[in-house]
């Protein structure tokens, strides 16, 4: 069974401040690695995609890498800004498409 | 361009009450998918369908029934609601079945007292 686990829960940070989210699964033979955002009483927006033959991939202000061998992702975010308050969640996508989700790192990060 | 989109957005039952969630996507996806999200649980796979005409159990089925009425349209029924069932529940599509990205929609929040 897979096992996603997300550390840590909670993250709070000055504005402009760089940070590292991260991920780790148990099962190393993934599909591919997919990172969301939740805003408090919204629905997942998807911020990255990696498939499992990527090391790593980039939006804008967000880089996310993936190292399949040791079971780990992470998610940096640079010069982070009031607006990236939200909850952070990693899924692992695996056997037939199935996602099993972190429980998510929630970021707080203030002006 | 909606995406996917999910009704009701809110919903309040009693128990042993019996309802529909409802999802459709425009995005011409082939596959479907249900998830419920609890506090300390995570989310978590209710039913999924890989294609018109097919669905399939997830990790916690149990007390819920679906259908995909069409390529757009993927329901979730709950004959008989309890209180465990009380959680907020996201409908996702994606383009194909393996290893691609999923979009989700605004979810719904249930609560059955």
């Known amino acids: 069974k897979q096992e996603v686990t997300q550390i840590p829960a909670a993250l709070s940070v000055p504005e402009g401040e760089n940070l590292v989210l991260n991920c780790s699964f148990t099962?190393?033979?993934?599909?591919?690695l997919q990172w969301f955002r939740q805003d408090p009483g919204k629905g997942l927006t998807s911020l990255l995609l990696?498939?499992?033959?990527?090391r790593e991939q980039t939006s804008g202000r967000l880089n996310a890498s993936l190292d399949k061998s040791s079971g780990r992702s992470t998610l940096y975010i640079a010069a982070s800004q009031p607006g990236d308050s939200a909850t952070y969640l990693c899924?692992?996508?695996?056997?037939?498409?199935?996602?099993?989700f972190g429980g998510g790192t929630r970021l707080m990060v203030k002006p | 361009n909606a995406g996917v989109t999910q009704t009701p957005k809110f919903q309040v039952l009693k128990t042993g009450q019996s309802m529909t969630l409802q999802c459709a996507q425009d995005?011409?996806?082939?596959?479907m998918y249900w998830y419920r999200q609890d506090p300390g649980m995570g989310l978590r796979l209710i039913y999924y369908?890989?294609?018109?005409?097919?669905?399939d159990k997830g990790e916690v089925p149990n007390g819920y029934n679906v259908s995909r009425l069409n390529k757009r349209e993927f329901s979730l029924r709950l004959e008989s609601a309890a209180p465990s069932q009380t959680s907020v529940y996201f409908c996702?599509?994606?383009?194909?079945?393996?290893?691609?990205?999923?979009?989700f929609g605004p979810g719904t929040r249930l609560t059955v007292l």
């Open positions: 996702a599509s994606s383009e194909l079945l393996a290893g691609v990205e999923q979009f």
């Open positions: 099962d190393s033979a993934i599909y591919n």
């Open positions: 990696i498939q499992s033959s990527q």
């Open positions: 899924a692992v996508i695996w056997a037939g498409n199935m996602l099993t």
């Open positions: 995005m011409n996806h082939n596959s």
């Open positions: 369908s890989a294609s018109e005409g097919t669905t």
